[in-house]
């Protein structure tokens, strides 16, 4: 008997295809999606990743040998809209964002998870090293990291609301490594158990994010000051997209001491530098917020949780509390943190005993680094 119809999203890697041959040993109703997010004119594309048409022909290969049935999905229109336009314009106004949270949220587990439901399935399903749990106690799903701390993809999915996770699975969570999930590949058989990774942005070209601003946004790379905190000019740049805080790269030489981007002004277009010293920040303004273990604010009194503020970052020791506009938090680092970055995500974790650390309570988008506490 079937436990259920499960839409497996299929990015031509081994980890979603592991996901989809997994779930229909488990007894699942497994229909493979793989998303067209991004138009190619070869077989390997201009783009890597996730994207290229060779990935979509992998993940048709994938089905066939797991025996499951396998479509493509045209979201090329609606991915642009929603992720590569604020991607852009995060750059254009001197943010670092991560797209890969947005894609989550907006494409995923809103749209994907739309479609799903109309295809009459149960659940949403992908390759993500992440787990879910429902708490009886709050009566809420619960997302964890996975149990390959190396591979934890739960900081990308922070923005997840109650209604997706009730309807997600993600088989890998449980899973102890990638060489495990790769071992489970050969033994399937399956053609992907020898693919590398994908470690870029899916729709940057090889050249890099500037390369793709200027094809796509060349009026956001305007030439414009570099000053350092004093405000004294000491150089040129040839656009606040190009640099990112705490980077060395791209600044004036023949300085005195080795100097960092410490701030980003894109209403002046200016770039602010410093000493090495100037990078840490005793606190964080986030917006945007989402919460998941907890039911949300109000926060009755400030919250001592552990913060990721970049994906491949070390969760930091932070008391978090609501901040003056709604939808906004406060975080107060018990050890100043460097390059704290606007655009990136503060994650927020929690838990007791044994799983300290490990349960997500929410997050939200870095909106300003605090110098001092507050």
């Known amino acids: 008997m079937s436990k259920g119809v499960v839409v497996a999203a299929m990015s031509g ?14 007894g699942y109703e497994v229909i ?3 998303l067209q997010i991004w138009q190619e004119h070869s077989e390997q594309g201009k ?3 996730c994207c290229s048409l060779g990935a979509v022909e992998d993940a048709r290969r994938a089905a066939a040998k797991i025996g499951i049935p396998h479509y493509v999905l045209n979201f090329r229109d609606y991915f642009a809209d929603k992720v590569i336009d604020r991607f852009i314009e995060e750059y254009r106004w001197g943010r670092t964002p991560n797209p890969c949270v947005e894609c989550n949220r907006t494409v995923k587990f809103e749209e994907l998870l739309r479609q799903a439901e109309n295809l009459g399935a149960d659940f949403l399903a992908t390759g993500h090293y992440a787990r879910v749990r429902f708490n009886e106690q709050t009566g809420r799903y619960e997302l964890l990291k996975a149990r390959d701390s190396h591979k934890d993809q739960s900081y990308a999915l922070y923005t997840l609301r109650q209604e997706a996770l009730a309807k997600t699975l993600f088989p890998l969570g449980h899973i102890e490594s990638k060489q ?5 590949a050969r033994e399937l ?3 992907l158990a020898n693919k590398p990774d994908s470690q870029e942005i899916c729709f940057v070209p090889k050249e890099g994010y500037i390369a793709f601003l200027k094809e796509k946004a060349p009026t956001a790379l305007r030439p414009g000051p570099i000053v350092d905190t004093s405000g004294r000019k000491i150089g040129e740049h040839p656009g606040v997209a190009f640099y990112t805080i705490g980077q060395r790269k791209r600044l004036p030489a023949g300085q005195k001491e080795a100097l960092f981007v410490v701030a980003l002004d894109a209403e002046t277009n200016t770039v602010v530098v410093g000493p090495e010293s100037e990078l840490y920040a005793a606190g964080f303004l986030a917006s ?11 926060l009755e009194a400030p919250l001592a949780v552990q913060v990721k503020i970049r994906y491949n970052g070390q969760a930091a020791s932070a008391l978090i509390r609501e901040g003056e506009e709604r939808g906004t938090i406060v975080g107060c680092f018990m050890q100043p943190q460097r390059a704290v970055t606007p655009g990136q995500s503060a994650v927020f974790y929690g838990g007791e005993g044994a799983e300290a650390g490990q349960v997500v309570l929410g997050g939200g988008i870095i909106a300003d680094a605090l110098k001092q506490s507050s």
């Not at 495990?180 to 489970?184: A, G, K, L, Q």
């Not at 945007?288 to 109000?298: D, M, R």
Request: with cysteine; proline share 8%; aromatic share 6%.
């Open 189 to 191: 058989g399956l053609p």
């Open 47 to 49: 783009y890597g990743g």
């Open 32 to 34: 493979g999606i793989t």
């Open 13 to 26: 890697g081994v980890d979603s295809a592991v996901t989809a041959a997994l779930l229909k040993q488990e």
């Open 288 to 298: 945007e917020c989402n919460w998941i273990a907890l039911s949300g604010p109000p």
């Open 180 to 184: 495990e999930t790769r071992r489970i």
